[in-house]
């Protein structure tokens, strides 16, 4: 059986999408490449420049993490960052990985603009929340901090398999452990989620 973990910082995982940082060269496994909020300073033109070259290259299999993150002072500069992210997206045809922090509200009338998948990793608010991006068909990924939140685990099991991913991000270890829990909390045997999250990868990469 092979977990996929949909959004990580290990280059040693075999299995998932990198998540490639300025400025790294293209890798063989799969990746995304974006400028995350807390990267973001005007006249930055490496980091474009960088960008808009690994995420032509083929294993390039999404634009992100970009985002919206409440923490970071700029706020005008880090949306127009981020539009021109949503924009590359749309160009290359490639589905987004998220970050938002506390910016959910703006996030959501993106996804009018925005012609292709997006993912929001690393997802731990509220059932409300959850709900809001659902009904805007965004999908979510979820991390290990299921593992100890029994309220993000009451939201795991009612949340539509079919829209979720799982990832370890920053965290070293394994993502085993992980796929155990919400197999176990939504009723599913580990082989029926490994399955429905391949074929969730299936209907969101470029084609
Ligand atoms: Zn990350």
Redesign the pocket.
């Known amino acids: 059986m092979e977990y996929f973990d949909f959004?990580h910082?290990n280059r040693a995982t075999e299995k998932g999408i990198y998540?490639l940082s300025f400025p790294e060269l293209p890798r063989e496994g799969l990746f995304s490449a974006g400028i995350h909020p807390q990267e973001i300073s005007s006249g930055n033109e490496s980091r474009w420049k960088w960008l808009h070259e690994v995420s032509q290259h083929p294993n390039c299999v999404a634009i992100g993490?970009c985002g919206l993150d409440g923490r970071v002072p700029d706020e005008k500069v880090q949306s127009e960052a981020f539009s021109r992210q949503t924009e590359l997206a749309n160009d290359l045809c490639k589905p987004m990985i998220i970050?938002c922090v506390r910016r959910f509200s703006h996030l959501i009338p993106f996804r009018k603009k925005v012609r292709v998948p997006m993912v929001v990793?690393?997802f731990s608010k509220k059932q409300s929340v959850a709900e809001e991006l659902r009904k805007h068909d965004f999908y979510l990924s979820f991390g290990k901090s299921v593992l100890q939140n029994v309220n993000l685990q009451r939201l795991v099991k009612d949340f539509p398999t079919e829209k979720m991913f799982l990832e370890t991000?920053?965290d070293e270890g394994g993502i085993e452990e992980l796929y155990r829990l919400v197999s176990s909390v939504k009723g599913i045997s580990e082989e029926a989620l490994i399955h429905q999250i391949e074929k969730n990868l299936q209907a969101i990469m470029p084609r």
């Open positions: 959004h910082h998540n993490e970050h990793h690393g991000d920053a």
